[in-house]
């Protein structure tokens, strides 16, 4: 009986979820709290959702867009994953992270890791702020010295349309994807524009906005 009722609970809080996630509109995100931090609810998908901090959280040396070796990797997995109890620990779930290159430079793709904690790639910022497609289509931008204004360019080095405005934070924040070759780390500048050629570890701190996929 305890189980049965735990079943229900378990598929009523998903529905809330769910109906929560659906209605909410376009331009207003839905957020929630969740151990020491405010997250943004990017997609909910069966009984988890993907989240990912309302801004940046830490700033990081760059990591070198080798997402399985980078720093930034065994800190999320290891110092910030301990700042949530146990009991928060249980409901984020270890996923399969898929590591792919970086399309508009033909870098390859690097091997594949399963982390509890990660950073968007270019896919994914693209699909969940906006769902444009402009990455996958090479829809290239860049900064017009005469007008400062983002415009079209065949070799441009960013994306930025109508969704500059819901990836924007008070820093710009790291991607996993590498950038313009594998030292460089793909990154979504302070006024959301995203850059896809990436920067160096030299060029110092970032901004890290940690993803997880949370169970319900």
Known sequence: ???????????????????AFIMVPKDEAQKLEFGPFTWIVLDVQDDKM?????????????????????????????AFLQTFTSEERERIA???IENRGNLWYGVPGERNTVDMVFLLSLEEVDRYFGNSGDYLNKNRMH????????????DGLAISNA????RSAERSWSLRSPGGNSDLAAFVAFDGTVNVAGFATGMGNVGVRPALWLYL
């Open 143 to 154: 900064m017009d010295s005469a007008t400062g204004k983002m415009e079209p360019s065949s």
């Open 163 to 166: 969704y500059d405005g819901d």
């Open 94 to 96: 270890e996923t399969p």
């Open 50 to 78: 993907l989240i990912i901090t309302e801004d940046v959280v830490e700033l990081r040396f760059g990591h070198s867009g080798v997402w399985e070796k980078s720093g930034v990797r065994s800190y999320l997995n290891g």
């Open 1 to 19: 009986m305890k189980r049965i009722i735990k079943a229900i609970f378990c598929v009523c809080a998903l529905m809330l979820v769910v109906f």
